[in-house]
């Protein structure tokens, strides 16, 4: 499910959260305290309102290195989980890691330069395993200057899928997403999976309607971490038209065919 980074628990600094400057006085028009962009909540996490069409309508701002923010969750399914996060940064020094429970359960999120404060993409992270029951999610902002609107959290698998079809897919989020696309060259996403077994897999992109538009196979010789680079053109080599997209990778190198789909959004 999504989680508003706006949306953290009730508490004060060093309880639901750590802010730098968590007191913002102000002797203009907006006298008082609140956050730096005095939007949605009076207390220290920054917050501004927010133009991303795929996000919620406020977002976490003004970060500082080794600032944090918690969130009570309701984890429904034991199992294995993908998780998005859509951010905005005109640089790529951002660096985020996630705990639950006090207890790491991502490496180094490194956030890339989106081009805007308000030009938003999704970043993602897979085969993270969470236990089902309520816990303590926090995003530990390891280095600054970058947005955050939400964090999606996608069930995977289930610890009996994952014991009885070793051989499965894990598909990420393409990046950038939204992305926008020209008759110029250069112009793609990439499509990350991670595979557990080498074999043929196949990239299908659907419309909204579910019909095919484009389709790639690719040989694996090797497992882990793979990649297709798509560039929004249909069989015929024509550009798509702006909209919302599907993709899936089909995987044919286990007993049994399956894939994941994701959405894609074209500009």
Same mark, same amino acid.
């Given at each position: =499910?999504?989680i ?23 002797? =203009? ?32 701002g ?11 969750v ?13 951010? %905005?940064? $005109?640089?790529?020094?951002g ?11 991502? $490496? ?6 989106t ?16 236990? %089902? ?23 995977? $698998? ?27 060259? =250069?112009?793609?996403t ?5 595979? %557990?077994?080498?074999g ?22 090797? $497992? ?5 680079i798509?560039?929004g ?9 702006? =909209? ?9 190198? %286990? ?7 994701q ?5």
């Amino acid at each position: =499910g999504i989680i508003n980074c706006s949306d953290y628990d009730f508490g004060t600094q060093n309880v639901a959260y750590y802010d730098k400057e968590y007191q913002w006085l102000s002797g =203009g028009p907006n006298n008082g305290t609140w956050n730096f962009g005095w939007q949605y909540r009076n207390d220290g996490v920054d917050i501004e309102a927010c133009s991303d069409l795929f996000g919620a309508k406020y977002n976490v701002g003004w970060i500082d290195a080794a600032e944090w923010i918690n969130y009570t969750v309701e984890i429904e399914q034991t199992g294995v989980y993908g998780i998005d996060l859509r951010i %905005a940064s $005109s640089n790529s020094t951002g660096k985020i890691k996630l705990y639950m429970d006090n207890n790491e359960i991502t $490496s180094i999120i490194e956030v890339p330069n989106t081009g805007g404060w308000q030009t938003w993409a999704t970043t993602s992270v897979s085969d993270v395993e969470l236990q %089902a029951g309520t816990s303590s999610l926090k995003l530990y902002f390891l280095e600054g200057g970058f947005n955050i609107n939400h964090v999606d959290f996608k069930l995977i $698998s289930t610890s009996g899928d994952s014991t009885t079809n070793p051989d499965g897919v894990v598909v990420s989020q393409n990046y950038p997403n939204p992305f926008s696309i020209s008759t110029k060259a =250069g112009n793609s996403t990439t499509i990350k999976f991670n595979s %557990a077994s080498t074999g043929e897999v196949i990239l299908v992109i659907y419309n909204v309607l579910g019909q095919r538009v484009y389709q790639e196979k690719k040989i694996l010789e090797s $497992s882990g971490e793979n990649s297709f680079i798509y560039d929004g053109r249909d069989f015929n080599g024509n550009i798509l038209n702006g =909209g919302i997209y599907f993709y899936s990778i089909n995987y044919s190198g %286990a007993e049994k065919s399956k894939r994941q789909i994701q959405k894609m959004i074209v500009l």
